[in-house]
């Protein structure tokens, strides 16, 4: 998503650290609700109608990465209360398994009991059949002594596991709740822009319209380099077919498709029809490889945008990208440099 009118120049990042800058739990990925801070846009249609319309659309798209990585951790946490479900039945009947062993031993013992061993040995009619029976009670007695400190430590492992899942639950319940904010949060800013958008003349829309699609090669240093070169690898190339396939599907925020895409959810399903799993944010997709400059950049290379990486775009060559825009632009093409570049991503 995003808005693409042309913000102020925030320079191409070159050598960036590779550290991933992916939230750690959904506390941090609540935490892009509050203030979100946005760059200064360039004069828009309409006053600072066109403005207000990229500050919504930005904000808008970071609520909707954050909504994705709320997403993707609640299904993480559902898998996990599954797995977990499935090992604490499975240590319950091990638990059952062990009671009942227990209990027909000690049936046992109980019933061959009875009289004090050195008196049973005195009454016994065959002494050497009774002291055979007597080692085999000590052997059962061994091996119950055994089975219990199995149940004593199958009942641990039991608790323990009841915990964990205890606490994944807790997890889940919050990043269930943090998706719904999020929604709510992404849904508000988009019906504003909306509202904004439909407050414009035909005349202000088409301007604005046209803004959205410039760039501003004077600002991308390297940018005249730039050619229509061969993909960097097989999968690059089966990455920007699968790319150009989507074009024209409508921006759905979100969505990874194949029906319709966020912009980070249209890298993502560009990339697994080549086979390589990216991950489902535009922060995280930035280090799902290499970082190279703009100048080296080809087909197939993902362009990250802003200083908080929340767009990105793939570059085709010959200086454009195709995106998912935001909502009511369908997947197209657009100059690479469309907003300020952040990095340049070799997956």
Same mark, same amino acid.
């Given at each position: 998503?995003?808005?693409?009118?042309?913000?102020?120049?925030?320079?191409?990042?070159?050598?960036?650290?590779?550290?991933?800058?992916?939230?750690?739990?959904?506390?941090?990925?609540?935490?892009? *609700?509050?203030?979100?801070?946005?760059?200064?846009?360039?004069?828009?249609?309409?006053?600072?109608?066109?403005?207000?319309?990229?500050?919504?659309?930005?904000?808008?798209?970071?609520?909707?990465?954050?909504?994705?990585?709320?997403?993707?951790?609640?299904?993480?946490?559902?898998?996990?209360?599954?797995?977990?479900?499935?090992?604490?039945?499975?240590?319950?009947?091990?638990?059952?398994?062990?009671?009942?062993? *227990?209990?027909?031993?000690?049936?046992?013992?109980?019933?061959?009991?009875?009289?004090?061993?050195?008196?049973?040995?005195?009454?016994?009619?065959? @002494?050497?059949?009774?002291?055979?029976?007597?080692?085999?009670?000590? &052997?059962?007695?061994?091996?119950? #002594?055994?089975?219990?400190?199995? *149940?004593?430590?199958?009942?641990?492992?039991?608790?323990?596991?009841?915990?964990?899942?205890?606490?994944?639950?807790?997890?889940?319940?919050?990043?269930?709740?943090?998706? +719904?904010?999020?929604?709510?949060?992404?849904?508000?800013?988009?019906?504003? #822009?909306?509202?904004?958008?439909?407050?414009?003349?035909?005349?202000?829309?088409?301007?604005?319209?046209?803004?959205?699609?410039?760039?501003?090669?004077?600002?991308?240093?390297?940018?005249?380099?730039?050619?229509?070169?061969?993909?960097?690898?097989?999968?690059?190339?089966?990455?920007?077919?699968?790319?150009?396939?989507?074009?024209?599907?409508?921006?759905?925020?979100?969505?990874?498709?194949?029906?319709?895409?966020?912009?980070?959810?249209?890298?993502?399903?560009?990339?697994?029809?080549?086979?390589?799993?990216?991950?489902?944010?535009?922060?995280?997709?930035?280090?799902?490889?290499?970082?190279? @400059?703009?100048?080296?950049?080809? @087909?197939?290379?993902?362009?990250?945008?802003?200083?908080?990486?929340?767009?990105?775009?793939?570059?085709?060559?010959?200086?454009?990208?195709?995106?998912?825009?935001?909502?009511?632009?369908?997947?197209?093409?657009?100059? +690479?440099?469309?907003? @300020?570049?952040?990095?340049?991503? &070799?997956?």
């Amino acid at each position: 998503m995003g808005s693409h009118r042309r913000l102020a120049p925030s320079g191409f990042v070159r050598g960036a650290g590779t550290a991933r800058a992916a939230f750690t739990a959904v506390s941090a990925a609540a935490a892009v *609700l509050g203030a979100m801070p946005t760059g200064p846009a360039r004069a828009a249609p309409h006053g600072g109608t066109g403005a207000e319309i990229d500050r919504l659309y930005q904000e808008a798209e970071k609520a909707t990465e954050a909504y994705d990585k709320a997403g993707e951790r609640a299904g993480l946490l559902h898998r996990r209360v599954r797995d977990a479900q499935d090992r604490i039945a499975r240590r319950q009947q091990r638990v059952n398994t062990l009671r009942e062993s *227990l209990g027909s031993l000690a049936g046992a013992q109980y019933r061959s009991g009875g009289l004090e061993p050195s008196l049973a040995l005195l009454f016994s009619d065959d @002494p050497a059949d009774y002291l055979d029976k007597a080692t085999t009670l000590d &052997r059962i007695g061994a091996h119950q #002594a055994g089975e219990l400190r199995n *149940l004593r430590q199958a009942l641990r492992e039991l608790a323990q596991e009841r915990a964990e899942a205890t606490g994944t639950l807790t997890e889940l319940e919050k990043a269930r709740r943090a998706v +719904v904010t999020h929604k709510r949060t992404v849904e508000q800013k988009l019906a504003r #822009a909306r509202a904004l958008l439909n407050s414009l003349s035909p005349t202000e829309r088409a301007a604005y319209d046209r803004a959205s699609r410039s760039g501003r090669d004077d600002l991308l240093p390297g940018l005249s380099g730039l050619d229509g070169g061969p993909a960097a690898s097989a999968r690059a190339a089966a990455a920007v077919a699968a790319a150009r396939s989507a074009l024209g599907r409508p921006y759905v925020w979100g969505a990874n498709g194949p029906a319709g895409f966020d912009c980070s959810g249209l890298m993502q399903w560009a990339y697994a029809q080549a086979g390589v799993r990216l991950p489902r944010t535009s922060q995280e997709q930035r280090h799902a490889g290499r970082r190279i @400059p703009l100048s080296q950049a080809r @087909p197939g290379d993902l362009v990250v945008y802003r200083s908080d990486a929340s767009h990105v775009a793939m570059y085709v060559g010959h200086g454009r990208v195709i995106h998912a825009p935001y909502p009511g632009a369908p997947v197209r093409y657009d100059p +690479v440099g469309m907003m @300020p570049i952040s990095s340049v991503t &070799r997956v």
